[in-house]
């Protein structure tokens, strides 16, 4: 085993890789999830006849419905990558600073989540000719969400987790 292998703990290798997969995988269904359940809550569009226009709809012209998938889940890998140099790289002998990198980074993916939340669902609920403008913005306001989401975590962490006497 290498050097940095060795010195990281078990259980934050696991917290990086679930980490990492929680944000891929959350960062692409997350559109199509939102999509689907503005369908069926808000439209009362019963579920079978919903997913089958999502099916429909998923790489249909003028809807592209994939493309926004995409669009929305590239900060996301952003973040993955991220969680996998930046917490799958921290020290174990030093627990406070890995702990503190964690929330940072869990704040980041949750600023993340609730802005993109919150625009697919404006969108959809309240169609318009320039809401498609939205969906071209979001990533590069994913991108800017993220630094203050990281940094208002860390400060959390910093403010709240309790210091370990050496």
Do not use: C
Not at 31 to 43: C, D, K, Q, S
Not at 79 to 92: D, P
Not at 94 to 110: E, F, T
Not at 126 to 143: E, K, M, N, S
Request: charged letters at 10%; hydrophobic letters at 60%.
């Amino acid at each position: 085993m290498t050097d940095i292998a060795q010195q990281q703990s078990p259980r934050l290798r696991m917290m990086a890789r679930v980490g990492v997969w929680i944000s891929l995988l959350g960062g692409l269904l997350l559109p199509w999830i939102i999509m689907l359940a503005v369908e069926i809550l808000v439209r009362a569009i019963p579920y079978p006849r919903a997913w089958r226009s999502f099916t429909l709809h998923l790489f249909a012209p003028g809807y592209n419905l994939f493309l926004v998938g995409i669009l929305t889940a590239l900060p996301f890998v952003i973040l993955a990558v991220l969680i996998l140099f930046h917490l799958g790289a921290a020290a174990a002998h030093n627990a406070l600073i890995a702990h503190r990198r964690a929330l940072g980074l869990l704040s980041a993916g949750v600023s993340m989540v609730l802005i993109a939340g919150w625009v697919h669902v404006e969108v959809l609920i309240h169609p318009d000719a320039q809401g498609a403008f939205a969906y071209f913005y979001l990533p590069i306001l994913l991108l800017m969400i993220l630094p203050f989401g990281y940094g208002l975590g860390r400060a959390l962490a910093k403010a709240f987790l309790p210091r370990l006497s050496s």
